[in-house]
């Protein structure tokens, strides 16, 4: 195995680096043939319970690109098979439950886990890969909101009207389930930094649909909380993450995060400087770009490093995950244009 590439861990910790460290949400996945030949064979859940289905697929993308930072394969509802909840990936829709939280008696029947009990094959296929990998491996979890919006809706939603039923008129409930993932997924994030993650990304993905008034009344404690938990177990930097949260970002700073992930819509120049380069920032560029010529993607991408020019705590991604036929070539020609991007 060859040194350990740190400079993802090092733009973290807003430390000096000699070149601008890039991955890409979902990098392991749909657009890629070898994932979809390991698809062919196995589910989705069948791949998330196996350490070595884990391990296989996590390293795809880091054979086939130049990357600073793996993430280790699974999902963000992976932990919800036991607490009870029963869900599926409907080809082309998504995750379906079928047996969604609507009341405080739903919220009382969520059973308790422990990581090392019942989410094993996530934490044995973290120590192969700390073995087989020269970057670090990001562990991940859902935050409290966004695992919450799939559980009370039963899937993907526009205008998660269950949800702020449930956030309005039964707040006891609400919070009661909130703490219970918040403390759930501060537990398996600090389970898999033990298990060899050199960072953890919390997805936020959908909190951007809440105003700022009702994300600080219902959300932000329970983020405070745990942060505050990951925090006193653990050293590892963490990243918080969500779309459409321009509006939410100094809060995002303030939960303790050490890495602000931006979403594709913001500008991730003025966001920095309206956080006062006080936490490393990730991102931005907007998945779909990847699908046009590749004159248009260095454009946007020379854009955007010029625009974080000489500043510490930069790390290259995209504003959301990689979508489902993205040309790999592109992928490949982005890795390499960052990594040898001029460093001022
Ligand atoms: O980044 C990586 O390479 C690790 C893998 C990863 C997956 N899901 C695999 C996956 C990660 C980090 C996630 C997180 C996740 N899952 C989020 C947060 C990130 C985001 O994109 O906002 C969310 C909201 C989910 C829930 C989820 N799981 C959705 C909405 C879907 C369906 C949409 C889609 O992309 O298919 C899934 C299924 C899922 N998770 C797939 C993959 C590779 C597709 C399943 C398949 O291959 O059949």
Request: proline content about 5%; charged content about 20%; overall charge neutral.
């Amino acid at each position: 195995m060859n040194a350990l590439n740190d400079t993802f861990l090092k733009a973290c910790r807003k430390e000096p680096v000699s070149h601008t460290p890039v991955w890409f949400m979902r990098q392991a996945g749909r657009y890629q043939k070898e994932y979809m030949a390991i698809k062919d064979k196995y589910s989705m859940i069948e791949i998330c319970h196996h350490p070595e289905l884990i391990t296989q697929v996590t390293l795809l993308p880091i054979k086939q690109f130049n990357l600073d930072a793996a993430i280790v394969f699974s999902d963000i509802l992976i932990p919800l098979g036991p607490m009870g909840i029963d869900f599926w990936y409907k080809g082309g829709v998504g995750p379906v439950i079928n047996n969604p939280i609507r009341n405080k008696t739903d919220v009382e029947k969520l059973k308790p886990i422990s990581a090392s009990e019942h989410l094993h094959f996530t934490g044995k296929a973290l120590q192969i890969l700390k073995k087989e990998l020269n970057v670090p491996c990001i562990g991940f979890a859902g935050a409290p909101f966004t695992l919450a919006s799939y559980m009370i809706e039963g899937g993907a939603s526009k205008s998660y009207i269950e949800l702020k039923k449930m956030m309005y008129n039964h707040t006891e409930a609400w919070n009661k389930l909130l703490n219970f993932l918040a403390e759930s997924m501060a537990e398996y994030l600090i389970f898999q930094a033990e298990c060899g993650a050199a960072a953890v990304q919390i997805f936020d993905s959908w909190v951007g649909v809440l105003s700022e008034d009702d994300y600080l009344d219902y959300v932000h404690p329970h983020m405070l909380n745990m942060i505050k938990k990951i925090k006193a177990k653990s050293s590892v930097p963490i990243i918080l993450f969500g779309t459409n949260t321009s509006h939410l970002l100094h809060h995002f700073k303030a939960t303790g995060a050490d890495v602000v992930g931006i979403d594709w819509k913001t500008n991730l120049a003025n966001a920095w400087k309206g956080l006062n380069y006080e936490v490393a920032v990730q991102g931005n560029l907007d998945p779909t770009l990847l699908f046009a010529d590749w004159k248009t993607i260095e454009k946007h991408a020379s854009k955007l490093l010029k625009s974080v020019e000489n500043k510490k705590g930069y790390i290259f991604n995209l504003g959301h995950g990689i979508l489902p036929g993205t040309p790999t070539e592109n992928v490949a020609k982005l890795a390499d244009f960052v990594r040898t991007y001029p460093y001022v």
